[in-house]
């Protein structure tokens, strides 16, 4: 059974930093390129970021790039996303989601991030 | 960059009746759509793929249709627990996600 289990989400101040994780299971998580989507309160979806399975392509959202930075390790079948410089525009529910060819059939069930002070 | 455009932003309909979602992409995106539902408190589930396709476990109550720039999502016979926010998404490196619609009971 594929899972994403996403963690890392807390409240933290205007500028402050956090790292979400999101932990892989049940398929081949170096064979696939994964995302980070994130929805505030009350909002729609934007996604964040994107990294392909080798890290070889990465992209950012304009709203993220340059504060944002994504990564992964295969060995360890887990998805980081390191925040920085955080807004309170950052407050949402983060998501992991692993792409299948065009779309992302499988969540996590997200991770919380408040920035407030 | 490509926009994605969903409407109504709200729907009212009553269970039993069907509801049909559009979704338009400001140029061409091919069969390359999805639909997803999101209940509150839930992660989203993908409904529909290439436009067409249901995706694993999605009722036949379900379909989409469409290409290049519009898009539907059609429930034919909505039950109680259709009634939810509703995305299209294209993908181009990344995902673009429309504004949602929300499904409601009249």
């Known amino acids: 059974e594929v899972q994403l289990v996403e963690s890392g989400g807390g409240l933290v101040k205007p500028g402050g930093s956090l790292r979400l994780s999101c932990a892989a299971s049940g398929f081949t998580f170096s064979s696939y390129s994964m995302n980070w989507v994130r929805q505030a309160p009350g909002k729609g979806l934007e996604w964040v970021s994107s990294i392909s399975s080798s890290s070889s392509y990465i992209y950012y959202a304009d709203s993220v790039k340059g504060r944002f930075t994504i990564s992964r390790d295969n060995a360890k079948n887990s998805l980081y996303l390191q925040m920085n410089s955080l807004r309170a525009e950052d407050t949402a529910v983060y998501y992991c989601?692993?792409?299948?060819?065009?779309?992302?059939?499988?969540w996590g069930q997200g991770t919380l991030v408040t920035v407030s002070s | 960059e490509i926009v994605m455009t969903q409407s109504p932003a709200t729907l009212s309909v009553s269970p039993g009746e069907r509801a049909t979602l559009s979704c338009r992409a400001s140029q061409s995106v091919s069969s390359n759509l999805a639909w997803y539902q999101q209940k509150p408190g839930q992660a989203p589930r993908l409904l529909i793929y290439g436009a067409s396709t249901r995706a694993t476990g999605i009722p036949a109550r379900f379909s989409g249709s469409g290409s290049g720039t519009e898009f539907t999502l059609t429930i034919s016979s909505l039950q109680s627990e259709d009634f939810a926010v509703y995305y299209c998404q294209q993908y181009n490196n990344w995902p673009l996600f429309g504004q949602g619609t929300k499904l409601e009971i009249k």
């Open positions: 989601a692993r792409v299948d060819y065009l779309w992302l059939e499988y």
